[in-house]
């Protein structure tokens, strides 16, 4: 799922292409992805892209009345924002010229014309999530806000009481859209990782050090590739979104050496989410137990590194 770096890129590529541009067209392929009843499609037509923005893990795009009333107060009834969400699978695809058809089969689900280009919106794979909202005013937009504080923004204390709310592990925590905007599966796997942090203590249980070495992480990591995918973005437009980059430490990672100790990353997997995690810089050797293998394999499972690599020996 494309996370805050990520959506940032995407806004990083848009500004520039649609941003004072008329919205001259949008056409719903999907009858699955219009999640919102008011205002209707063709209320958008004409209207001017002001401004772009982010909210979690969407992407909003902020429709003035026309090219002579754009610069009215964003507060407005008359504003419409288009919001959307490209959940797991979801992608955005920009063509300089004006594209005649959405792609075919169930992959397109929507097009944005404009006077310089179309915007595609397509979804890989058969659990159809991604969604388009349209709402009228900030009141309206405010409802997509899960609430969860921006951790880019945030000094310690405002990181502390976010992260502690409730009893959670850590990675539940950092990935909970009600404490935390904008980071999922990926980011969170590299922040845990530059903390040097278990992803299943709980949070309650950090002690001050671990919760400022938490929040630097954060910080840094989100930063660095911001930095990086936002570089590549103003050179062309990101059509190749992934959780998966060979330049990350640990996330997709399973089986490969740790580029800071060397030792094979670890992973836990539950339901359709994968926690990979390196066991000598975060847990102390520790493997966590992984619930499908540790059922499978009960007490043969590999308590550390050095147990693990004793089995591998044999």
């Known amino acids: 799922m494309p996370e805050l770096p990520d959506v940032t890129a995407y806004l990083v590529a848009l500004e520039p292409r649609i941003v004072g541009q008329p919205l001259t067209g949008i056409r719903i392929a999907s009858p699955f992805l219009l999640r919102s009843v008011d205002p209707p499609p063709r209320e958008v037509i004409g209207k001017t892209v002001v401004g772009l923005r982010r909210i979690g893990k969407r992407i909003v795009f902020h429709l003035g009345s026309g090219r002579g009333e754009a610069r009215e107060p964003a507060t407005s009834i008359d504003q419409i924002f288009v919001i959307i969400h490209l959940m797991i699978a979801g992608r955005l695809h920009w063509k300089d010229a004006p594209a005649?058809?959405?792609p075919g089969g169930k992959r397109g689900l929507a097009a944005f014309d404009f006077p310089a280009g179309t915007l595609l919106f397509t979804e890989e794979g058969t659990k159809k999530r991604a969604a388009l909202h349209l709402a009228r005013g900030e009141g309206a937009l405010v409802e997509h806000d899960a609430g969860g504080i921006e951790p880019l923004?945030?000094?310690v204390g405002a990181f502390r009481e976010a992260l502690t709310r409730e009893s959670h592990t850590v990675k539940r925590a950092l990935t909970d859209p009600r404490f935390f905007s904008g980071i999922g599966n990926a980011y969170s796997d590299e922040i845990l990782h530059r903390a040097r942090l278990s992803p299943v203590k709980l949070t309650r249980q950090?002690?001050?050090?671990?919760i400022a070495r938490l929040h630097?992480?954060?910080?840094?990591t989100l930063r660095d590739w911001i930095e990086r995918l936002s570089a590549e973005a103003r050179r062309a437009f990101p059509e190749k979104v992934?959780?998966?980059?060979?330049?990350m430490a640990v996330h997709g990672r399973y089986g490969q050496p740790c580029p800071d100790c060397g030792a094979p990353v670890q992973r836990i997997v539950h339901a359709d989410n994968e926690t990979n995690y390196c066991a000598r810089c975060q847990t102390g050797g520790r493997l966590l137990a992984d619930r499908a293998?540790?059922?499978l394999l009960h007490q043969d499972w590999p308590k550390s590194?050095?147990?693990?690599e004793a089995l591998t020996r044999r």
């Open 100 to 102: 005649a058809r959405i």
């Open 153 to 155: 923004d945030a000094d």
């Open 206 to 210: 950090l002690g001050d050090e671990e």
């Open 216 to 220: 630097a992480a954060t910080q840094a």
């Open 242 to 247: 992934t959780a998966f980059r060979p330049e």
């Open 293 to 295: 293998l540790s059922r």
């Open 305 to 308: 590194l050095d147990e693990l």
